[in-house]
């Protein structure tokens, strides 16, 4: 499943052209989410939590499912759940009632120059009021100096309750979709100016419906890509950097090479996680040993990556500054692990996952891995520090089974020689999994993008990314009959005492009064994934 763009002399397409470089490979950084943890080499001396650890087996029912082709999970707000799906015309927004599944609203949704390298998935943001509000990205009209693109879309802001549109923009070349801006307030995008060859960051006041992308903003030299909250991907001169943005300024800016390592780029995936408690990002980035940039050269070659050249890198959020440098480290195999019960939002005790490896290499075109083997490391978050380690297994992706990961921060699951285990991130002790339990798997999803384009010379058929979509699952990844009590445990968009889910031909609502005593308070905060 791989897309290019023609490397034509243009500087917006440079950077969306290197975009794509990336599909089929963070497709495969995708899975890497749920590679099994390794076993455990010593037992930590805290003791277990053996109510943190226990999940229910009993069955349980939706209470509510509409049929559906979903590409990702909901997010959910306002007693809300926004899901994105396939239809006959392309990609549709549907809101559903997390309380009883009745369809609000629906509006048909663009993926943007961003696809097909950069997974769609929805995005919520608030009003000065407080209410919640989809962002998104729909087809617009071509203007007559189009500049031969033919993807111009316009940003939009739909209310969550009610689907009035509180806001339609202009007719532009988006680089990065709609998000809440860093306040969570608003919405917030960049767009390109072909006539000024400059990217320019956009924020929208979703109670005046000004658009402020005038000097106070801008320009921001540079072609941009959002990889991680107010973090970009930044391509200026053919070199890329790393860059923290804040009201249309570049707070900071590093050479990604500088921070990542030699052939860092998120061309071959990415994967960064955002505290704003700790002031902290932690991140991942692919590596390309080869120096070509150009898709067209590149996906046709064949070369290898050192696992060991990888590493995962913290560094603070205001000034990028490097506090520490795991090696051969990624944090994308625990990119389904969550905050709700972590150190890094602050709530919780937990501490964050990444996987380490102690040898083997990346093949591409293909993905696979060779001779390779991994581990899972418990880590602080400021120090990078280890506090618990696994040891090293086998990792080989092709035959990897799936294995979910508990989405609250505090437990993941570890595939390990005499079985699988559930693994207390705060100390590294685990317990056998039972045959009965039942936790939800994940499928990667796809789309068809839309026709003629970027380029209105450029007819295409190829496919986007989408998310993921969800299945009942033993702790092999083998597929159960139904959901359990225990399972929604696992469930993060849940709002007003519900958890809605994304499974592979529907969206089901489970009410959470069924799984009361067991981390209650945590899961009836409306959450997005």
């Not at 809101?95 to 097909?116: E, M, R, Y």
């Not at 943001?125 to 189009?146: I, K």
Request: aromatic share 6%; charged share 20%; with cysteine.
């Amino acid at each position: 499943m791989t897309s290019s763009l023609t490397s034509r002399p243009f500087a917006l397409i440079k950077s969306v052209g290197l975009a794509v470089t990336a599909v089929a490979v963070v497709i495969f950084l995708a899975s890497c989410t749920l590679i099994p943890l390794p076993k455990m080499t010593s037992a930590p001396k805290a003791p277990p939590s053996a109510e943190l650890l226990k999940r229910s087996n009993n069955a349980t029912v939706a209470a509510w499912e509409v049929p559906l082709d979903p590409i990702g999970q909901p997010v959910v707000a306002d007693g809300v759940a926004v899901v994105y799906g396939k239809t006959s015309g392309g990609i549709t927004a549907y809101a559903f009632s997390a309380a009883d599944g009745k369809q609000l609203w629906t509006n048909p949704v663009h993926p943007g120059l961003g696809a097909p390298g950069i997974p769609l998935e929805p995005a919520l943001t608030t009003t000065d009021s407080g209410s919640a509000a989809a962002v998104f990205l729909m087809p617009a009209g071509t203007p007559a100096e189009n500049f031969g693109m033919a993807w111009w879309t316009t940003p939009v802001a739909v209310e969550l309750k009610t689907g009035r549109v509180v806001y339609r923009g202009d007719s532009q070349l988006i680089e990065t979709r709609p998000t809440a801006c860093e306040n969570k307030k608003d919405m917030c995008f960049t767009a390109f100016d072909p006539k000024a060859q400059l990217s320019r960051q956009h924020r929208v006041s979703l109670a005046t419906a000004q658009d402020d992308s005038g000097d106070t903003l801008n320009p921001l030299s540079g072609n941009y890509r959002l990889v991680g909250e107010s973090l970009y991907s930044v391509v200026e001169n053919g070199i890329e950097s790393i860059a923290r943005v804040h009201e249309g300024k570049k707070v900071w800016s590093a050479d990604i090479q500088e921070v990542f390592g030699r052939g860092a780029t998120t061309n071959l995936g990415w994967n960064f996680q955002y505290s704003e408690k700790l002031d902290l990002y932690v991140g991942s980035v692919g590596l390309n040993p080869t120096g070509e940039n150009d898709y067209d050269l590149l996906k046709d070659k064949q070369f290898s990556v050192k696992l060991t050249d990888q590493q995962a890198v913290g560094f603070q959020a205001s000034t990028g500054k490097v506090l520490w440098t795991a090696k051969s480290a990624h944090v994308w195999c625990a990119n389904l692990v969550g905050t709700a019960s972590s150190k890094l939002n602050g709530s919780g005790d937990g501490l964050p996952v990444r996987c380490e490896y102690t040898q083997g290499s990346m093949e591409y075109p293909s993905g696979k891995l060779a001779n390779a083997k991994a581990k899972a490391v418990g880590y602080d978050p400021l120090s990078g520090m280890a506090a618990w380690q696994t040891e090293a297994v086998d990792v080989e992706y092709e035959n990897q089974p799936l294995v979910p990961a508990s989405n609250r921060g505090d437990a993941v699951l570890a595939e390990t020689p005499g079985g699988v285990k559930l693994v207390d991130t705060r100390n590294g002790i685990s317990r056998d999994v039972a045959a009965s339990e039942v936790f939800l798997c994940l499928k990667d999803t796809q789309y068809a993008l839309p026709p003629n384009g970027p380029y209105a010379d450029m007819p295409r058929g190829d496919t986007g990314m989408g998310s993921t979509v969800s299945f009942p699952c033993n702790g092999t990844g083998k597929i159960a009959p139904s959901l359990t009590i225990g399972t929604l445990q696992d469930i993060n968009t849940t709002d007003n005492g519900m958890a809605v889910v994304s499974l592979e031909t529907k969206i089901s609502g489970y009410r959470l009064q069924q799984t009361a005593g067991i981390d209650a308070g945590t899961r009836n905060r409306g959450t997005t994934p």
